[in-house]
C-alpha cells in the first residue's frame, strides 16, 4: 500500500498543488511551524477520516477559508484507489473511488495506518482512558467484529447513563443485559490482545534499551471475577443504587485497567523519562507487528519527530525494528541525522512555510 500523490486545497498551512509521495520512505525536514505535521496529519487524516490533532475538524481548514479538499491516489499489489477528504465549515463528506463514505471502517480496513506522536507518552503516564484507546484501538485495526462491540457498548452505555439521570430506572435491566454481554465479549479480547502484546514488547524493550529491564503490560477488568454475562448482570443490579447515587455507570469495559509494568512496579514510577519515552515508542512498534501477525498486511506509518530524545545507538536500533510497514512518512529538524544505511527507495523534501521543495 503506497500514497502515490496527495493534492492540497486550502489544508491548514500547505500550498495548494499535487505532491508525490511514490517511495517506501518520506522524509520531511524543516524548522518547528513549517508545515511537516501537517503533512502527516494529511495522510492520517485520508487513512482514517478524521485527524489525530484535532476533534474541530474546521481548524484544518486554512485561515480564511471556507472549504478544504484532499485527494490521494493510493496503490496496492491489486489496486489504485482515489480517495478524497472534504470539508466545508463542518460538513465533511468522503470520496472512495467515486462513491461516498457512510461509515469511516471502510476505510480502516483498506488504509491501516498507524501515528507515533510524542503525546504517545501518555500510554505510560497518562489516564487509564489513553491505554484503554490505544489497545481498543490496536484491535479495532484488524477485527471490525470488536470495533461494531465497541461501538455498541458505548452506545448503550450512553443511555444507560441517560436512563440513571432522568429517573428511568425501569429501564436498567435492559440496558444491564446488553453491557453484560457486550462486555464480557471485549473482555475476552482484550485479556487475548495483551498476551500477545506482551510476547512482542518485553523483547523489543530489552533488545533497543540494552537493559534486562523487563516491562510487561497488566489487565485488569473492571468485571475480572465474573465467569460469564449471567454473573455481571447479577453485579450490575447489586450496583443499581450506586450507579443512580452517583449518577452513572460505576462499573464495565469502560473503567477497565491496563499498567505498564517493571520488576519493581508501575514504569510511571519506577522508570526514567528516557526509558518511559522509549516504552512509548515500542508500543507502536508492536502495533505495527501485531497488526502484520493478524493480517499478513503492513501499515502506513507516521513518526512525527519522535526520535528527537533518543540517543544515536537506540535510534539506530529503533530504526532498525522499524520492519513491519509499507511506507513511512518522517519528520525531522534540518541535519538531524535519519538513518545508518542509506534507503533504496525514498524522497526528500525540504518543507518551509508549507512549501515542499525535493531536496
Same mark, same amino acid.
Not at 495548494?16 to 511551524?33: A, C, W
Not at 477497565?256 to 519506577?270: A, K, Y
Not at 501499515?299 to 509499507?326: G, H, M, Q
Given at each position: 500500500?503506497?500514497? +502515490?500523490?496527495? +493534492?492540497?486545497?486550502?489544508?491548514?498551512?500547505?500550498?495548494?498543488?499535487?505532491?508525490?509521495?511514490?517511495?517506501?520512505?518520506?522524509?520531511?525536514?524543516?524548522?518547528?511551524?513549517?508545515?511537516?505535521?501537517?503533512?502527516?496529519?494529511?495522510?492520517?487524516?485520508?487513512?482514517?477520516?478524521?485527524?489525530?490533532?484535532?476533534?474541530?475538524?474546521? !481548524?484544518?481548514?486554512?485561515?480564511? !477559508?471556507?472549504?478544504?479538499? =484532499?485527494?490521494?491516489?493510493? !496503490?496496492?499489489?491489486?489496486?489504485?484507489?482515489?480517495?478524497?477528504?472534504?470539508?466545508?465549515?463542518?460538513?465533511? #463528506?468522503?470520496?472512495?473511488?467515486? +462513491?461516498?463514505?457512510?461509515?469511516?471502517?471502510?476505510?480502516?480496513?483498506? &488504509?491501516?495506518?498507524? /501515528?507515533?506522536?510524542?503525546?504517545?507518552?501518555?500510554?505510560?503516564?497518562?489516564?487509564?482512558?489513553?491505554?484503554?484507546? &490505544?489497545?481498543?484501538?490496536?484491535?479495532?485495526? *484488524?477485527?471490525?467484529? *470488536?470495533?461494531?462491540?465497541?461501538?455498541?457498548?458505548?452506545?448503550?452505555?450512553?443511555?444507560?447513563?441517560?436512563?440513571?439521570?432522568?429517573?428511568?430506572?425501569?429501564?436498567?435491566?435492559? *440496558?444491564?443485559?446488553?453491557?453484560?454481554?457486550?462486555?464480557?465479549?471485549?473482555?475476552?479480547?482484550?485479556?487475548?490482545? /495483551?498476551? !500477545?502484546?506482551?510476547?512482542?514488547?518485553?523483547?523489543?524493550?530489552? +533488545?533497543?534499551?540494552?537493559?534486562? #529491564?523487563?516491562?510487561?503490560?497488566?489487565?485488569?477488568?473492571?468485571?475480572?471475577?465474573?465467569?460469564?454475562?449471567?454473573?455481571?448482570?447479577?453485579?450490575?443490579?447489586?450496583?443499581?443504587?450506586?450507579?443512580?447515587?452517583?449518577?452513572?455507570?460505576?462499573?464495565?469495559?469502560?473503567?477497565?485497567?491496563?499498567?505498564?509494568?517493571?520488576?519493581?512496579?508501575?514504569?510511571?514510577?519506577?522508570?526514567?523519562?528516557?526509558?518511559?519515552? =522509549?516504552?512509548?515508542?515500542?508500543?507502536?512498534?508492536?502495533?505495527?507487528?501485531?497488526?502484520?501477525?493478524?493480517?499478513? #498486511?503492513?501499515?502506513?506509518?507516521?513518526?512525527?519527530?519522535?526520535?528527537?530524545?533518543?540517543?544515536?545507538?537506540?535510534?539506530?536500533?529503533?530504526?532498525?525494528?522499524?520492519?513491519?510497514?509499507?511506507?513511512? &512518512?518522517?519528520?525531522?529538524?534540518?541535519?538531524?541525522?535519519?538513518?545508518?544505511?542509506?534507503?533504496?527507495?525514498?524522497?526528500?523534501?525540504?518543507?518551509?512555510?508549507?512549501?515542499?521543495?525535493?531536496?
Amino acid at each position: 500500500m503506497h500514497f +502515490k500523490s496527495i +493534492k492540497f486545497y486550502n489544508f491548514r498551512n500547505i500550498n495548494n498543488g499535487i505532491v508525490l509521495f511514490d517511495k517506501d520512505d518520506i522524509i520531511l525536514e524543516g524548522m518547528n511551524g513549517q508545515g511537516k505535521t501537517n503533512i502527516l496529519e494529511s495522510v492520517y487524516t485520508l487513512c482514517y477520516g478524521n485527524s489525530f490533532r484535532t476533534q474541530v475538524s474546521r !481548524e484544518m481548514i486554512k485561515h480564511g !477559508e471556507r472549504i478544504m479538499n =484532499l485527494s490521494a491516489i493510493i !496503490e496496492d499489489e491489486d489496486d489504485i484507489y482515489e480517495v478524497s477528504y472534504s470539508l466545508e465549515l463542518n460538513k465533511r #463528506k468522503i470520496i472512495l473511488n467515486g +462513491k461516498e463514505v457512510k461509515d469511516r471502517k471502510e476505510l480502516i480496513y483498506l &488504509f491501516p495506518c498507524i /501515528v507515533f506522536t510524542h503525546d504517545d507518552i501518555d500510554f505510560i503516564k497518562g489516564e487509564p482512558e489513553m491505554r484503554r484507546k &490505544f489497545f481498543d484501538q490496536t484491535l479495532s485495526m *484488524y477485527d471490525p467484529i *470488536y470495533l461494531n462491540y465497541i461501538r455498541s457498548y458505548r452506545n448503550i452505555l450512553a443511555q444507560r447513563n441517560a436512563a440513571i439521570k432522568n429517573n428511568q430506572i425501569s429501564l436498567l435491566d435492559i *440496558y444491564d443485559v446488553k453491557l453484560a454481554n457486550l462486555g464480557f465479549e471485549i473482555i475476552k479480547s482484550r485479556k487475548t490482545m /495483551v498476551n !500477545e502484546f506482551n510476547e512482542i514488547f518485553p523483547f523489543l524493550y530489552k +533488545k533497543i534499551s540494552g537493559t534486562e #529491564k523487563n516491562i510487561t503490560v497488566n489487565y485488569r477488568s473492571s468485571w475480572e471475577e465474573k465467569e460469564n454475562p449471567n454473573q455481571i448482570i447479577e453485579y450490575l443490579k447489586e450496583t443499581h443504587d450506586r450507579d443512580i447515587k452517583l449518577l452513572t455507570t460505576t462499573s464495565g469495559i469502560h473503567r477497565d485497567r491496563f499498567t505498564v509494568n517493571d520488576e519493581n512496579g508501575p514504569l510511571v514510577i519506577t522508570g526514567s523519562t528516557g526509558q518511559i519515552r =522509549l516504552a512509548s515508542l515500542l508500543f507502536r512498534i508492536a502495533e505495527a507487528r501485531i497488526f502484520k501477525d493478524k493480517t499478513g #498486511k503492513d501499515p502506513i506509518l507516521l513518526l512525527d519527530d519522535v526520535l528527537l530524545e533518543l540517543d544515536d545507538i537506540k535510534r539506530a536500533k529503533f530504526l532498525n525494528e522499524l520492519t513491519s510497514y509499507c511506507q513511512a &512518512f518522517y519528520t525531522f529538524l534540518p541535519r538531524e541525522s535519519y538513518f545508518n544505511e542509506k534507503k533504496e527507495s525514498i524522497i526528500e523534501y525540504n518543507v518551509c512555510e508549507g512549501c515542499l521543495n525535493e531536496i
